[in-house]
């Protein structure tokens, strides 16, 4: 078995050269193209400086570039770091200069937030590198297609150490500041052997990767399609009708989203039975699956499998919800995965029995070795070889693990994981005021949207419409409320710490869960 990511594709391009790597759009690669350009784009990092263990960072849409990138990184032993492309510059630089990034690769249309970033990313330097168009007009000092073509066909000559980082995306903050997770080779690898038992993913298989690839599930599962031989459909499109032409121009036979993007798709009315008759299996994370969501998929796509699982960018995938479980647990995550534990504590660290809730532990093979520079959170982490993401949870009688609440006060909206705390603190730079608290409410569509709760100062007046605008610009676009409710106090503790869990009470009465 391949003991590396270039290992994997490197077999597939001498034994089966033909078969289709990668299409995206008209463009369509061959496994032999596909890792001659994988190979080019690796030794050119070289040449640019960038050497085992560095950080490269990645600012761009979905495209087979993005795929190549993070092939030719795994490659040359180098680490990825992931940027949501709807981040504002000042958070864009907080990533970069927190993890050290030795080069930043960006897609021409986000160029105007990285000309704003000129001379505030030491690290980087002189390696900014835009993928089309003039360099100069850019504001970057390479191209990518030119340095490819510049750069040898070989394979580079690196041994990888796959105990070093290969992925470190970015999760929000609790303290307002994303923590970098560091993800090791090897357990990606070790990923791809165990996921592809569990989905039968084969040569066979077409995924089709509509869900951004900045974040950990999409590229954990394009890259598994890859090291397993099959063809990746990658498409920056996310709506229905463009998604649904893509399973049918491409006979795509398994994908991954978002509830909120299944629930756009079956919500739409486009689908047609013949149209979807590939699909073998779907699979959703990121936020629980509304019930009327789940009805829906399993009545349009009455063949294929779905999967629900519990995962984060610490923890890869820790359960799995089969499709022989949809109906009879529809409000569990299912159980653990091969080679995966899960204990449920008490605040005492002792085990709680079936149907108690304690905050869920996990161990497993595809950990984070830590949060990158952060030696307090790790260590809060973790219990042993033990991992709690803080969320709660119960296991029932038959092992299945449901989930009671989430990550203290997180807020998962349109699968985008939002922390109060960061939008909290821009609110505070407003001199009308005097304080404020950040939640998320429940909505049919997104799952959840953010609301916050604000005192005004005495005597100082604002509106709704002033205090989003005052976030827009400083936060993405996705973290921005849709909803401001002025109020005269907020619930606090008797310490006088602010409850958000009473600030959101009444708006998840009705609901059954708030997650």
């Known amino acids: 078995m391949p003991k590396s990511i270039g290992d994997a594709l490197e077999w597939h391009a001498i034994h089966t050269p033909e078969q289709v790597a990668v299409r995206d759009g008209a463009l369509s690669l061959t496994y032999a193209a596909f890792w001659r350009r994988v190979c080019q784009l690796g030794n050119a990092l070289l040449a640019m400086g960038i050497v085992p263990g560095d950080r490269v960072a990645i600012l761009m849409f979905n495209g087979s570039r993005y795929l190549e990138l993070y092939q030719a990184l795994g490659t040359i032993g180098a680490a990825a770091v992931p940027l949501n492309f709807r981040f504002v510059?000042?958070?864009?630089?907080?990533?970069?200069?927190?993890?050290?990034?030795?080069?930043?690769?960006?897609?021409?249309?986000?160029?105007?937030?990285?000309?704003?970033?000129?001379?505030?990313?030491?690290?980087?330097?002189?390696?900014?590198?835009?993928?089309?168009?003039?360099?100069?007009?850019?504001?970057?000092?390479?191209?990518?297609?030119?340095?490819?073509?510049?750069?040898?066909?070989?394979?580079?000559p690196v041994t990888v150490d796959v105990d070093g980082c290969f992925f470190q995306g970015y999760t929000a903050g609790t303290t307002g500041f994303p923590k970098g997770c560091v993800n090791l080779h090897r357990g990606f690898v070790d990923f791809f052997k165990r996921v592809a038992l569990l989905y039968a993913v084969g040569p066979g298989d077409a995924e089709l990767v509509p869900a951004p690839l900045f974040h950990e599930a999409p590229t954990l599962f394009a890259m598994l399609?890859?090291?397993?031989?099959?063809?990746?459909?990658?498409?920056?499109?996310?709506?229905?009708?463009?998604?649904?032409?893509?399973?049918?121009?491409?006979?795509t036979t398994w994908a991954f989203m978002v509830p909120t993007m299944w629930d756009a798709l079956v919500s739409s009315g486009l689908i047609r039975r013949e149209q979807v008759a590939s699909m073998r299996m779907l699979v959703s994370a990121g936020a629980p699956l509304l019930t009327h969501t789940k009805d829906a998929l399993l009545a349009v796509f009455p063949d294929a499998g779905l999967n629900e699982f519990y995962g984060a960018t610490e923890i890869g995938i820790a359960t799995n919800l089969g499709p022989q479980d949809?109906?009879?647990?529809?409000?569990?995550?299912?159980?653990?995965?091969?080679?995966?534990?899960?204990?449920?504590?008490?605040?005492?660290?002792?085990?709680?029995?079936?149907?108690?809730?304690?905050?869920?532990?996990?161990?497993?093979?595809?950990?984070?070795?830590?949060?990158?520079?952060?030696?307090?959170?790790?260590?809060?982490?973790?219990?042993?070889?033990?991992?709690?993401?803080?969320?709660?949870?119960?296991?029932?009688?038959?092992?299945?693990?449901?989930?009671?609440?989430?990550?203290?006060?997180?807020?998962?909206?349109?699968?985008?994981?939002?922390?109060?705390?960061?939008?909290?603190?821009?609110?505070?730079?407003?001199?009308a005021v005097a304080a404020v608290a950040v939640v998320g409410i429940p909505d049919k569509r997104w799952g959840e949207v953010i609301l916050a709760a604000v005192v005004r100062k005495p005597g100082v007046q604002v509106t709704e419409e002033e205090l989003i605008a005052h976030l827009a610009g400083r936060v993405a676009r996705f973290k921005v409320p849709k909803k401001v409710q002025f109020v005269e106090a907020l619930p606090t503790s008797a310490f006088g710490k602010v409850l958000r869990r009473e600030v959101r009470r009444p708006y998840w009465e009705g609901w059954g869960a708030s997650v």
């Open 89 to 156: 510059a000042s958070e864009i630089e907080y990533v970069v200069n927190h993890s050290g990034a030795r080069a930043l690769i960006f897609d021409a249309p986000l160029a105007p937030v990285v000309k704003e970033l000129a001379g505030k990313l030491p690290s980087v330097g002189d390696n900014l590198v835009v993928t089309e168009g003039a360099p100069e007009a850019a504001g970057a000092r390479l191209g990518y297609e030119s340095i490819l073509e510049a750069a040898s066909d070989a394979r580079p």
């Open 225 to 251: 399609q890859i090291f397993r031989g099959g063809t990746v459909v990658v498409t920056r499109e996310t709506q229905p009708a463009g998604i649904l032409r893509h399973i049918a121009d491409y006979r």
């Open 326 to 431: 949809q109906r009879r647990k529809v409000r569990s995550v299912g159980r653990p995965i091969p080679g995966f534990h899960i204990r449920l504590l008490d605040d005492e660290g002792k085990d709680v029995p079936p149907g108690e809730v304690g905050e869920i532990y996990i161990k497993g093979p595809i950990l984070i070795r830590e949060y990158y520079k952060n030696p307090e959170a790790t260590a809060s982490a973790r219990r042993g070889d033990w991992f709690t993401l803080g969320d709660m949870g119960t296991f029932d009688a038959e092992g299945y693990l449901h989930i009671v609440d989430r990550r203290k006060d997180m807020i998962i909206t349109g699968g985008e994981h939002v922390f109060p705390t960061e939008l909290e603190s821009v609110f505070h730079t407003h001199p």
